[in-house]
């Protein structure tokens, strides 16, 4: 059974590619556009990763980690974010959990092999 990314991002052209990468990886790709979205289907879709942008629209990618980490711990998180948003955001991210966190713009390979860690 592939295994499923959780992508949280409402920018079309991000989602694009996130979708190419990981298809191209036979990941099953599960995606929402904003953070309410995501977390009533986080339950119901039991993803193997979840994939989420801090900027979101409805509930920030923070809250989304918070209640991964409160709800199912196991399911590991990477947040993106834009350069230059700001550091205490990331701080933020960590404290709450984040497993791993990636700049945009991003490398796709470096973006894969992180993913691939998480996913062994």
Do not use: H
Request: no cysteine; glycine share 4%; net charge negative.
């Amino acid at each position: 059974m592939p295994k499923r990314i959780f992508i949280i991002e409402d920018d079309n052209m991000t989602i694009q590619i996130l979708k190419y990468i990981f298809s191209k990886e036979g990941y099953e790709i599960i995606i929402s556009k904003d953070g309410l979205d995501a977390i009533e289907r986080i339950p119901e879709e039991k993803p193997d990763l979840v994939m989420t942008d801090i900027l979101l629209p409805m509930k920030s990618g923070l809250e989304i980690i918070k209640f991964i980490k409160d709800n199912f711990s196991k399911t590991p998180v990477i947040a993106l974010s834009s350069l230059g948003e700001e550091e205490a955001t990331v701080l933020d991210a960590f404290k709450l959990g984040v497993d791993d966190f990636i700049a945009k713009p991003f490398s796709p390979n470096e973006l894969l092999l992180r993913v691939k860690r998480y996913l062994k």
